[in-house]
């Protein structure tokens, strides 16, 4: 794959045609020979591809490669605004795929129909007079050849463009059995011919490959369910106040940024938003799992497609269409359904040469029967055999199936895994390390002492810590100006400001320079007061962060407090009974990270550690085994990027979110056993598949060579391999 440019595009297709792994693989190489296309993707259970490419090459290319693979491809939208929707997308790919079960059903039932007599004449009536045969080709014939007519028409449709698919293998074995059958209307005669003739053995055939993929089409339809739930959050329609007070509803297309909607008790909320008047009970279990109602007043965010309990409010919308939260977790959700595991490569290398040699494989059988002395009819039905049982469908299906139901679950239940490759590093993990504040910690500090040295009082102290920090995002910095908005303080607007990560924030304030941070950098590493030094280590020992704020001769030590989360202290019991070491990693003083540490159950902390370092303090651990990595700030990006596996705090900033491969949309940190766990659960149902399915043909192909196995009953358990494939993943909607 070349790359001309560094400004990358993705674009998603839904192909059309594909019948088996080894579609895949043929699609992903002529998508690849694209100019500046990077990386392609097929995904055999959601026929979709995504394609990573520059500029240079169009979307049309993209349709017209697929098209010389031999299949088609239509573009999926990714405006939401644009003439179809990703939910009208979604919607319009439903009404497609039932409109091919429709045929499918109507196909399936004719077969049936017209094979019960066939087979009933088949089997019980020996010897058969001349016209019964014949009555047995007018069955057969239509059965077979129209029926069974989609079999040949995309084997002839691959043939033309020099492969083969999983519906070569059905067209050869039904069409061998068939052509054979005719020949042998015309080369025998009288009672001889009922020896000959084989139409029931490809009827049928056709028959439970029909039923076979009619069951997979329903089955498939029951994975997609997470996805199609998230689409169906979103209301269609929404409340708007004019400027004039006056409400109108309008489409949800058309509400913009800015814009104020009411929402009335029991509605969904339409978009994302901010509370301006009212206040409610919503409930957000949808979105986060979390099945307790929050509460939601003035300045309050709230979120689309969550549910309106009790009261009525109104809220400014600050987030519409692709922007929502709503939207993004349902395109994550498709990526991550569309990606593929690591673990799928080997079964997709395989799949790629499996056709061509099952062929061989099928003719070789039939010209040893031939040449040991057993008849070409013996060697025949062994051959198409071997051609019908050696589907690699369960190949293609282990790995995409369970992906789908796992990361779909997911979501229910708040967990959003970013793809397949994030999903196998998380069910592999043997270290966590996590973040404090607001991991550990509910991540919401407030001020809960203030000490001077100096000229200053406590409330000059807060006012000049207030100026500073105002231009802080830091956690800390927050509970600040909190403690300052409710003693009714005003500050100056620094004149200067710098923030220095990992130590704290410097600026002028009133013609003064002002640091605010950690000690060691504020004030120097030793402390040589020993009033300071006294009131460190008593606020420390509480398990408080303690800073220092310094303005020329004057020093006051602030110190913090953050409510450790309930469900902290069951999450780490939680990972340590999953055999998972547990670490803390915090920028915090040693005491006080040693008080948390202690309520929570962890031995083993790391203080004092700046942003930078904690990517080698990941690095360190990564040598023992696979290593996650639980934050939710801009300083937890690096170590999060270093991780094997990042997991963010859904409350945490943006940058950590797209770092992670993991999100949990709770501020519960019970969700990071839970989504190894489910890790765990879908990586056991891939390897489950893969390995069933590699055992089936193992076994099965040696078995139909050697004239064991009917073609009939070959074709029942090539439908029933891939069935089981997709009825073991969807056991993953139950996981709790």
């Known amino acids: 794959m070349n790359d001309h440019s560094d400004h990358l595009k993705e674009t998603r297709l839904s192909i059309q045609g594909m019948t088996c792994a080894s579609c895949v693989r043929r699609v992903e190489r002529a998508l690849a020979k694209g100019d500046s296309v990077t990386d392609a993707t097929v995904n055999f259970a959601t026929h979709e591809a995504t394609i990573l490419h520059g500029p240079t090459i169009s979307t049309d290319e993209l349709v017209a490669a697929v098209d010389s693979a031999g299949y088609s491809a239509q573009v999926i939208p990714s405006d939401p605004h644009a003439a179809h929707s990703a939910s009208e997308h979604a919607e319009h790919l439903r009404l497609e795929s039932e409109e ?41 014939t239509p059965a077979i050849l129209w029926c069974g007519r989609g079999f040949f028409v995309v084997a002839a449709k691959a043939a033309r463009h020099g492969t083969t698919t999983m519906d070569t293998l059905v067209a050869m074995g039904t069409g061998a059995a068939w052509i ?350 020993p009033e300071i030094a006294e009131a460190f280590e008593n606020l420390e020992s509480q398990g408080k962060t303690v800073f220092v704020v310094k303005a020329g001769g004057n020093i006051a030590v602030f110190a913090v407090s953050d409510v450790i989360s309930e469900s902290s202290k069951e999450a780490i019991s939680l990972l340590r009974q999953a055999d998972i070491e547990v670490v803390m990693v915090t920028g915090d003083n040693q005491r006080a990270a040693n008080a948390v540490a202690q309520k929570v159950g962890i031995s083993k902390v790391h203080a004092g550690v700046l942003p930078a370092d904690k990517a080698q303090h990941v690095q360190a651990y990564q040598e023992k085994g696979s290593t996650a990595m639980v934050g939710d700030g801009i300083n937890d990006a690096p170590a999060l990027a270093q991780a094997d596996l990042g997991i963010a705090m859904g409350h945490g900033t943006e940058v950590a979110i797209e770092t992670a491969g993991v999100t949990l949309l709770r501020a519960d940190l019970r969700g990071v056993p839970q989504a190894i766990r489910l890790a765990r659960a879908t990586l056991g149902t891939i390897k489950w598949n893969l390995f069933w399915a590699f055992i089936y043909n193992v076994v099965m192909i040696p078995l139909a060579a050697l004239g064991l196995l009917s073609p009939m009953l070959a074709a029942g358990a090539m439908a029933f391999s891939s069935i089981s494939v997709i009825l073991n993943s969807l056991r993953l909607r139950r996981f709790a």
């Open 100 to 140: 091919s079960k429709k045929l499918m059903q109507k196909n399936l039932w004719l077969s049936a129909i017209l094979t019960a007599p066939l087979f009933a004449l088949s089997m019980f009536w020996h010897p058969r007079p001349e016209w019964a045969s014949w009555l047995l080709f007018a069955l057969g």
């Open 180 to 529: 054979y059958s005719t020949y042998a209307l015309f080369a025998y005669s009288g009672h001889e011919q009922s020896e000959h003739i084989y139409f029931e053995t490809g009827a049928v055939i056709v028959v439970l490959i029909l039923l076979g993929r009619y069951m997979e089409a329903k089955a498939k339809s029951r994975m997609s369910h997470a996805i199609r739930k998230l689409m169906d959050l979103a209301p269609k329609l929404a409340t708007i106040v004019d400027a004039d007070g006056s409400e109108r509803e309008v489409p949800i297309s058309e509400v913009l940024v800015g814009m104020t909607v009411v929402v009335k008790p029991g509605g969904r909320i339409p978009v994302d938003g901010e509370v301006i008047s009212g206040e409610s009970f919503v409930n957000e279990s949808m979105v986060t799992g979390e099945p307790i109602p929050v509460r939601k007043t003035p300045g309050d965010s709230v979120t689309g497609g969550t549910v309106n309990e009790q009261g009525s409010f109104t809220f400014r919308a600050t987030h519409v269409g692709s922007e929502t939260m709503l939207a993004q977790i349902a395109s994550l959700v498709q990526r991550a359904q569309g990606s593929k595991a690591p673990l799928q490569g080997l079964a997709d290398r395989i799949s790629s040469v499996f056709v061509p040699v099952v062929i061989g494989i099928a003719v070789l059988t039939a010209l040893a029967y031939v040449f040991s002395g057993r008849g070409l009819e013996t060697g025949l039905l062994a051959a198409v055999a071997v051609l019908v049982i050696a589907c690699p469908c369960a190949l293609g299906l282990a790995t995409p199936t369970a992906l789908m139901v796992g990361t779909g679950r997911g979501a229910e239940l708040g967990i959003l895994i970013k793809d397949g490759e994030a999903l196998e590093r998380a069910g592999r993990i043997r270290s966590v390390l996590l973040d404090k504040t607001g991991t550990i910690t509910e991540g919401k500090p407030r001020l809960t002492d203030i000490v001077t040295f100096g000229t200053w009082t406590r409330t000059d102290a807060l006012r000049i810590a207030s100026a500073l920090e105002s231009k802080s995002e830091h956690p800390v910095a927050r509970a600040v100006l909190q403690a300052a908005k409710a003693e009714g303080l005003q500050w100056e607007e620094p004149t200067t400001f710098e923030a220095i990560g990992g130590k704290g924030v410097t600026g002028e304030v009133a013609g003064l320079m002002v640091s605010v941070g950690k000690p060691d950098w504020v004030i120097g590493s030793k402390l040589t007061a």
